[in-house]
């Protein structure tokens, strides 16, 4: 085996364990994480004292994340990385929320009933949307560290 035949092989198997560790993001999750983010952004346009009733789907959705990083095949274990995709978690977070707050708001001011209920399905929307983008973000963050 030569040199070059070597490193082939070692970046097959780095890319092996990425694809792994951070496979396609499933459908089940995508669309789940949706419906419950849109749940508990849109119960106070329906219920006063919404705070217990949001508690619900939000502890769901983190039900969900820890099942669905169970499920994957291969765990990874790099600070740099780790702190890298915690970044980029928190920049669709960031944008998840001001499209929330930005819908919420136009709605209200033009006096739109449900204006957190309209504010909800455009949350839904940029997290079933960015969820697939935040998993491509993270394998390309984990391939320069490689």
């Known amino acids: 085996m030569t040199p070059e035949d070597a490193l082939r092989e070692i970046r097959d198997r ?17 669309l789940s994480g949706a419906i419950l983010l ?10 006063s004292g919404p705070l217990p009733y949001q508690a619900v789907p939000i502890a769901l959705l983190v039900v969900l994340g820890v099942i669905s990083n ?8 790099r ?15 960031a944008a998840v929320i001001t499209v929330f ?3 919420y708001v136009a709605a209200s001011l033009a006096d ?5 209920t309209i504010g909800a399905v455009g949350m839904a929307l940029t997290w079933a949307l ?17």
């Open 79 to 93: 600070a740099r990385y780790t702190n890298r995709s915690a970044l980029l978690v928190l920049l669709m977070m």
């Open 101 to 103: 707050v930005g819908l």
């Open 130 to 146: 960015m969820a697939p983008w935040l998993n491509r973000a993270m394998k390309a963050t984990l391939r320069r560290e490689l």
């Open 38 to 47: 849109c749940v508990a952004a849109a119960i106070p346009d329906y219920v």
């Open 14 to 30: 780095e890319d092996q364990t990425t694809d792994a560790a951070l496979g396609p993001v499933p459908r089940w999750f995508v």
């Open 70 to 77: 169970r499920s994957r095949r291969a765990r990874l274990r």
């Open 112 to 116: 739109w009933a449900y204006p957190s």
